[in-house]
């Protein structure tokens, strides 16, 4: 696969995931039912699954490595981050963790896109 084609799919899948978290957490917070349809149990898996593994194939392609130290690798850390988090403000009973987790994925995400634009830190 070339690199525009990983680095398009990369990005699609980052809208797609971000975009779906959201839209997940609000309706949750507002008490939407079509949350709990099996699509928006699976999906977010299988979209955050498919985020990581076009984000590894285009570290691979384009050469980066994650040691030492770099905007990649925290990059990565906070990938990881924003999943655990989004999982906990999902899954949660606690409203005051529910939404805390939410915040602080967001917060995750704007760091994300802040290394994914300026590559540093």
């Known amino acids: 696969m070339s ?9 699609m899948f980052v809208v797609l995931s ?3 978290f959201a839209l997940r957490f609000f309706a949750r917070e507002a008490g939407a039912r079509f949350i709990h349809a099996k699509f928006f149990k699976i999906a977010p898996h299988v979209i955050d699954t498919c985020l990581l593994l076009s984000g590894f194939a285009l570290m691979f392609t384009v050469g980066y490595s ?17 999943i655990v988090t989004g999982v906990i403000a999902m899954k949660s009973v606690s409203k005051a963790k529910r939404r805390a987790a939410g915040a602080l994925a967001f917060v995750w995400i704007l760091g994300i896109l802040h290394l994914a634009m300026s590559k540093a830190f």
Do not use: D, R
């Open 3 to 11: 690199y525009m084609a990983l680095k398009h799919s990369h990005l």
């Open 18 to 20: 971000i975009g779906l």
């Open 66 to 82: 994650l040691w030492p130290i770099n905007w990649l690798s925290v990059k990565l850390l906070l990938v990881i981050a924003y």
